[in-house]
């Protein structure tokens, strides 16, 4: 998860700086390899410490984890095409995201450093 929050914003800037029309297609595309894998690892290091956190309620926390994941995939096509047609442009609208991306990538590594005291917070957190 940690090498996949690093790679996530580097593939995204790979493919906001490259989505021009005199650029190879295949820049771009390297950009979405580097961001697919990153997706992948980061969604399958999150699936793994749900279910070692909350072994007992591993169900119930895949559930309520992919319950959010899939209301924030499904009202994205509700503003995604007002967003790239807007006045910034697709190369600094793709960045943005690739900017909330760098914003995030802390987020594994302050897990694998306060992981047992955030879960010792938690009543349902396996000990």
Same mark, same amino acid.
């Given at each position: 998860?940690? +090498? @996949? =929050? ?15 029309? /005199?650029? /190879?297609?295949? &820049?771009?595309?390297?950009? @979405? ?16 410490? +749900?279910?070692? =956190? ?9 559930? &309520? ?22 006045? !910034? ?5 793709? &960045? +943005? ?9 802390? !987020? ?6 306060? @992981? ?8 349902? &957190?396996?000990?």
């Amino acid at each position: 998860m940690m +090498v @996949g =929050a690093i790679a996530l914003p580097i593939g995204l800037f790979i493919f906001a700086w490259t989505s021009y029309s /005199h650029v /190879h297609w295949i &820049a771009p595309m390297i950009g @979405g390899a580097i961001f697919g894998w990153a997706m992948i690892s980061i969604y399958v290091g999150a699936n793994s410490y +749900v279910i070692d =956190a909350f072994s007992t309620y591993a169900a119930s926390a895949m559930a &309520a984890k992919t319950f959010l994941s899939r209301i924030a995939g499904a009202s994205i096509p509700m503003f995604v095409d007002r967003y790239y047609d807007s006045a !910034i442009g697709v190369n600094w609208a793709s &960045a +943005v995201i690739a900017f909330t991306a760098l914003i995030m990538v802390p !987020i594994p590594f302050i897990f694998y450093k306060y @992981g047992a005291k955030i879960r010792a917070a938690s009543k349902k &957190a396996s000990s």
